[in-house]
């Protein structure tokens, strides 16, 4: 009989605090399927860092010392090497998408994007309240709003 299996895409979102644990996810329950790991960067403290420094702070300031640049820069190195550990931590061939905005949205927009037959992300809320506040704010939307199956993880000592 010959194998029926169908090679799904798995999503898995990786954040700073929660990777390992979506990782594993992956490695144990997609071992054959083609993996996609996404980190989002969220604009909103580089913005605010830029606003501060050409508004509040008044003018004529040079644009080489605007913090919100440096924040910019130290976000993606960040990010690809949080993208590069899970990776390695995969131990086999993926994608790697790194995208910046509003999360949630990003997290939505690229498991439509990449037609997704599973998300992976891990619980980010208080750890102590089992239920709504497992989950924060950008959790709580993808999980609402993702067009396909979630697997919530719990983070742990892995």
Avoid at 13 to 30: F, N
Avoid at 70 to 86: V, W, Y
Avoid at 98 to 116: F, I, T
Avoid at 135 to 143: E, P
Wanted: hydrophobic fraction near 40%.
């Amino acid at each position: 009989m010959r194998d029926m299996t169908v090679q799904k895409t798995v999503l898995v979102w990786i954040t700073e605090s929660t990777w390992p644990a979506c990782v594993e996810a992956a490695r144990e329950r997609a071992p054959h399927d083609d993996v996609v790991l996404l980190h989002v960067s969220d604009d909103e403290v580089a913005a605010a860092a830029h606003h501060a420094y050409s508004g509040l702070l008044g003018r004529g300031h040079r644009p080489d010392r605007d913090p919100g640049s440096r924040l910019e820069e130290l976000s993606g190195a960040a990010a690809a090497d949080i993208l590069e550990a899970a990776a390695h931590r995969l131990g086999r061939p993926c994608e790697l998408l790194d995208h910046h905005g509003n999360v949630e949205h990003e997290v939505v927009s690229a498991a439509a994007d990449a037609d997704a037959d599973l998300l992976i992300c891990a619980r980010d809320g208080d750890r102590t309240r089992p239920g709504p506040h497992s989950l924060g704010r950008a959790g709580r939307f993808v999980v609402d709003h993702a067009p396909c199956p979630v697997l919530l993880v719990w983070p742990g000592d892995e």
